[in-house]
C-alpha cells in the first residue's frame, strides 16, 4: 500500500488532510504504482475560525493537499518528461475515479512536480473542475483535463492499475559506502536477522525500495537477478546518474508557493 507523507512542519496549511481525501491519494497511487504521496501542502483551519490560513477555502479541514509523486521515496514525477508525465496522468485519473473533484497542475501554477487534489470549496460544493495557471480551467494542460476526464467517467474498479515505479533496473548500480562495511539483512528493516556481511566498495543491484519510507534497499549482490537480502539505502550511492535524486525535495524554497491561486465557487 502506498504511503501518504505529510511534510507541512513550518508551512501555513500545516494540518492533516482529512481521512477521505488520505483515502483517494491511497487508492490512486496504488493504481498508478506510486509508492509515497508526498503532501507539501495540507490541511488549514476553516474560514473565520483563525488567521493562519491562506487562499481559497479548498484546503480547509484537510479537503485537499498540494503534493509530488515521489520515484523510490525520493524523485518527484515531472509531468514535463514523457516517462513521468504517464505516471502523473495515471495517477489523476484513479484519483477523479476515487471521488477527487478538484485537481490543479501547470508548470507556471506550482511547477512541474507539483499537484493539487482534493474536494470542492465546501462539502456542499460537487462540481468537477482541473485548472492551471492563475487557477483558472482555461489554462489547464491537456494531459491534465483529459486523465481527468477519464476518471470522472470511469468506475474505481475499471481503473487499470500498472507496475510500481520503485522498481529500478538493472543498470542502475550502488556502491557501498558504509565505513567498515554494510549488514545484509533478510527484511526491510532492522528487526530482520543479518543474513551476512558486505564489505565497503561493493556495487550491487537495487531490485527495489521498500519499507515504510522506502529506505530499504532489496539488492541482488551476485548479479544473477535474485534477491540476496535488504540494506538501509543511507549507506549506499548511486553508480549512475539516472539514480540521481531532487537534492532539494526538504528544501522549503524548493516548495510551491502556498500562495498558488485555486478557484473559487463561482469559477467551478
Known sequence: MAIVREDTKGKIRDLPIHDTLRAVLIEAADAAGIDVVRVTSGGQCPKGTCRKRTGSTRHDNGFAADLQLLVDGRRALDFTKTGDRDIVAAFVT??????????GAAVDYMGPTTLHVGFGTSPRDTSRLVWGAGGAAATAPGWLRKAAQKGWQTSPSAVPRVASTSAVSGADQYRVIARGGLKLRGGPGLDFPILSAIDTGTVLTVLAFEGRLNDWARVDIEGDGLVDGHVHRAFIAPLSASSATNDDLNDEDAD?????????????
Open 94 to 103: 484513479a484519483a477523479a475515479a476515487n471521488g477527487a473533484t478538484g485537481i
Open 256 to 268: 510551491p508557493s502556498e500562495a498558488a491561486p485555486e478557484p473559487d465557487a463561482d469559477e467551478a
